[in-house]
């Protein structure tokens, strides 16, 4: 594991690439996160060559909003019948969890159809646009994404129901952006939760994670408020295809900004796992 390991991340831009890869495969940068941070607490992988994987999961993880964007849902029914005969049917382990995770893959982008259709009726009531109104503020939004995503604990999850909220026409672009900022930090409680009871190298992987997505988020809403970002997102009619552009886009730059810098993150870690240390 070691060697793989080393091959993959010989150098920071095949970290990158690693970590999108199995992003894209499992469908979160979660998981490939914590794994991350659990080869780090075992000593097969030194912190300098987990910067690469996180900043490439970042972009990975852009993959399952892509799919819902374009549409995938049409065949997700598919999916499910698929995965539901190879799970009852076939006698080989194996094949049941791949049948297994075949149908969970499919019955996500199902419920995001369905809950595309729920906040297209939803949002016609006087309720819904009282509070809207209540959280349009680009704080608020920010809050709200990072509050529903550490709850979630999916960042995935939550870019795909906001999809369904900008596609129903439930939220204006603006705040989506906004939202999606949040949510960002917020897909970094799984990582920090994971390293509770890890060794001090797998905490600064978990702090890289969380200055890499808060730096992120700080240079796009800049960015946001100083060029027309906003308005040429509004051009793209599709809500949903909106949002996964603003997503990909988001993630894909803030990686090949912040790659050069990837020693000054790991020191920036380790700054803040020893100020967190020596308070506790």
């Known amino acids: 594991m070691r060697s793989i390991l080393s ?4 150098s920071r831009l095949r970290g990158v690439l690693t970590g999108l890869g199995v992003t894209g495969i499992i469908q979160s940068s979660s998981a490939t996160t914590i794994m991350a941070v659990s080869f780090i607490n075992s000593g097969i992988m030194t912190l300098s060559q987990s910067v690469g994987i996180i900043m490439g999961a970042n972009i990975g993880t852009t993959v399952t909003s892509l799919l819902i ?3 995938f849902s049409a065949v997700a029914p598919l999916l499910v019948f698929l995965g539901t005969a190879l799970k009852l049917f076939s006698k080989k382990e194996k ?3 791949i049948g297994l995770a075949i149908t969970g893959f499919g019955l996500l982008f199902v419920a995001m159809s369905n809950m595309t259709e729920l906040l297209s009726f939803v949002k016609e009531g006087e309720k ?3 509070l809207i109104n209540m959280c349009s503020g680009r704080i608020i939004s920010i809050i709200i994404g990072f509050v529903i995503t550490a709850i979630m604990q999916s960042s995935s999850a939550t870019v795909g129901v906001l999809q369904s909220a900008a596609r129903s026409g439930l939220i204006t672009t603006r705040n989506a952006v906004y939202i999606l900022f949040g949510q960002n930090v917020g897909a970094v409680v799984p990582t920090l939760l994971s390293t509770v009871k890890t060794n001090t190298e797998a905490k600064k992987a978990a702090f890289v994670h969380l200055w890499f997505n808060i730096i992120g988020s ?3 809403a800049l960015f946001s408020e100083l060029t027309p970002y906003i308005s040429f997102l509004e051009k793209i009619e599709d809500g949903s295809f909106r949002v996964s552009t603003a997503h990909i886009i988001f993630n894909t730059v803030s990686t090949l ?3 050069p810098f990837g020693d000054k993150l790991s020191e920036i870690a380790t700054k803040s796992e020893n100020l967190l240390h020596k308070k506790g």
């Open 7 to 10: 091959l993959c991340t010989k």
């Open 69 to 71: 964007a374009v549409n």
């Open 95 to 97: 094949t049941q969890n």
């Open 128 to 130: 819904t646009k009282e």
């Open 218 to 220: 700080i240079i796009f």
């Open 257 to 259: 900004i912040l790659l």
